[in-house]
């Protein structure tokens, strides 16, 4: 199969299929990288919220499409230095995402859920992409620093039993984000990898994008609503991205980890120590959470 093949014809490639066909694609990407497509739309997280649950749903719809062989470019966090050209060359090829008869033309979206806690991301998003839309799943933060010690974990990433490394994290954290914002080369393994509580503390990280892109351009989804078995959620999110209806699928689950579960005492412990964080976030989003509901 070429490697510059409509998107579409990708979508069902096997992984190991795409592991081969990656390095293929991003020699062509580079060639071509002028005549390639950025980003209409960034899913940005929160990570363990059912980010590639969502790619994978919008990918469905016969207007969107995402970067070549990938879900997420990881540009706006760990890769800027690589340069836009660099970026470019991972989406599709601009004439491809034309309209045409009986099609609207295609959105370009990536996903990758590092872009909401790392603290440039978003000014590099709004100098790049000044049009781009951005749309952000919050999950219960409690549960999703679980999940993510749990895939942190079975990634050979943390080593720590649970409470352990949330323990370990202000210690871990102390002075990255300083060093993140000082010297835009530095990069920070606890920063992406340890952050399990700080993560969540959304109500931050939604401010900073505000002040970057402006309030409309971003559109948050409460991970309860986009998995309450229907496809309500996702109709919403089809609506802020300007498309028409899609297939009309609730979004399947996908990357979840089987894990113990979590001991009582520790999930209220940690409920509590979210109580002030998910004030502000209701106060900013104007509603309440699903897990404080």
Same mark, same amino acid.
């Given at each position: ?25 991003? /020699?062509?990407? /580079? ?40 879900? /997420? ?8 230095? $690589? ?10 090829? $601009? ?14 979206? #990536? ?126 999110? #089809? ?55």
């Amino acid at each position: 199969m070429p490697v510059d093949t409509p998107p579409a014809a990708l979508r069902h490639l096997s992984d190991p299929a795409r592991r081969v066909l990656l390095p293929l694609a991003d /020699g062509l990407g /580079g060639v071509t990288s002028a005549a390639r497509a950025l980003p209409d739309v960034l899913i940005c997280g929160a990570q363990r919220s059912g980010t590639t649950s969502l790619f994978k749903a919008l990918a469905r719809h016969p207007a969107v499409t995402g970067p070549t062989l990938r879900k /997420g470019v990881h540009y706006f966090d760990v890769g800027y230095a $690589r340069g836009v050209d660099w970026y470019r060359a991972c989406f599709p090829m $601009r004439a491809s995402l034309r309209a045409r008869r009986g099609r609207p033309r295609v959105l370009a979206m #990536e996903s990758s859920p590092y872009y909401l806690f790392h603290p440039l991301a978003a000014e590099r998003i709004a100098s790049t992409l000044p049009g781009v839309l951005v749309v952000v799943i919050l999950r219960d933060p409690v549960e999703r620093a679980y999940s993510a010690h749990a895939h942190e974990s079975a990634r050979g990433f943390e080593t720590e039993p649970f409470e352990r490394a949330i323990g370990l994290e202000e210690k871990r954290l102390s002075g990255e984000e300083e060093r993140l914002l000082a010297d835009p080369g530095y990069y920070s393994f606890a920063h992406q990898h340890h952050a399990y509580l700080a993560r969540g503390r959304y109500a931050d990280q939604l401010a900073r994008f505000e002040r970057q892109l402006g309030r409309e351009r971003l559109h948050v989804v409460d991970y309860g609503d986009l998995f309450d078995g229907t496809a309500r959620a996702l109709a919403g999110i #089809e609506r802020f991205l300007g498309l028409p209806p899609g297939p009309g699928a609730p979004p399947g689950r996908h990357n979840a980890r089987r894990r113990s579960s979590m001991p009582e005492p520790l999930r209220a412990e940690l409920t509590a120590r979210f109580a002030e964080s998910d004030t502000r976030l209701a106060a900013w989003w104007g509603r309440t959470p699903s897990w404080r509901a």
